[in-house]
């Protein structure tokens, strides 16, 4: 199975991914963690999208683009999730010549519904192991009691830089302006699949589940 995980941020995108790469070996293609992880080692493409992505602003297709395309002429599995990947109309062409060129088929775009109240809170509270990458959040889902990732161990706890107010909002503007509409495009396609992302983590998990299924 090769999905998109579509949803404004902090909709579950990335947790619902580590869920399917624990239960299926499916492989986790995340741009936003791609870029972070050029940012924190200081690449030259890593400078160059820093302050972009504090601000909350897109980063341009053609990086992102690349990116993708590196990852998937090298990475195997049982299939890929493309979680925050395809943004904008542009990027959703040239996933569709991309997967085209690799003979790969997606199967399904699955859109997480949360409304912008819940986004906010899940942002607020959000930590990330910086040892592996697991997602935590204050209130349902708490770093462990004896401080240490109950996936790898580690006791670096990770607040993101653009999960503030201010940079949450223009997250949430370039959503609505260049995001939503890929909605229109996958349904006309026949790809797309809505769940509802306000129910619980292992709820939306089981509806993801059926999906798949
Ligand atoms: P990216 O890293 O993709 O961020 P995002 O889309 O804003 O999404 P998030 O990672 O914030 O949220 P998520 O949906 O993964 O939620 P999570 O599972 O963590 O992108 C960051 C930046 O990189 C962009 O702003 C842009 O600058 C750049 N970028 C990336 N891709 C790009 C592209 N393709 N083109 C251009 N620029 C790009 O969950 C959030 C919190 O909620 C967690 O604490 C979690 O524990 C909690 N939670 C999750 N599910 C539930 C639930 N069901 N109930 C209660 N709590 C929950």
């Known amino acids: 199975m090769n999905i998109i995980l579509?949803?404004?941020?902090?909709?579950?995108?990335?947790?619902?991914?580590?869920?399917?790469?624990?239960?299926?070996?499916?492989?986790?293609?995340?741009?936003?963690?791609?870029?972070?992880?050029?940012?924190?080692?200081?690449?030259?493409?890593?400078?160059?999208?820093?302050?972009?992505?504090?601000?909350?602003?897109?980063?341009?297709?053609?990086?992102?683009?690349?990116?993708?395309?590196?990852?998937?002429?090298?990475?195997?599995?049982?299939?890929?999730?493309?979680?925050g990947f395809p943004r904008t109309l542009a990027q959703a062409d040239a996933l569709g010549k991309l997967l085209n060129d690799c003979d790969i088929k997606l199967d399904s775009v699955i859109e997480i519904q949360v409304d912008d109240k819940a986004l906010i809170k899940r942002i607020a509270g959000r930590s990330t192991c910086g040892g592996c990458g697991q997602v935590y959040h204050d209130e349902t889902k708490p770093w462990p009691s004896d401080g240490k990732c109950s996936s790898c161990g580690s006791a670096d706890v990770k607040?993101?830089?653009?999960?503030?107010?201010?940079?949450?909002?223009?997250?949430?503007?370039?959503?609505?302006?260049?995001?939503?509409?890929?909605?229109?495009?996958y349904f006309a396609k026949g790809n797309l699949v809505s769940i509802n992302g306000l129910l619980s983590m292992e709820e939306v998990r089981d509806s993801l589940k059926k999906v798949l299924s």
């Open 6 to 83: 579509l949803g404004p941020p902090g909709a579950g995108k990335g947790t619902q991914a580590q869920f399917l790469v624990e239960a299926l070996g499916m492989v986790q293609l995340s741009t936003g963690d791609m870029l972070r992880e050029a940012k924190d080692s200081g690449t030259e493409m890593g400078k160059l999208v820093a302050d972009v992505m504090s601000r909350g602003d897109l980063v341009t297709d053609e990086i992102v683009i690349g990116l993708i395309k590196e990852k998937l002429d090298g990475e195997k599995g049982a299939g890929f999730i493309f979680d």
């Open 159 to 185: 607040r993101r830089a653009d999960d503030n107010e201010e940079s949450l909002k223009q997250r949430l503007m370039e959503y609505y302006k260049k995001t939503s509409p890929l909605l229109g495009y």
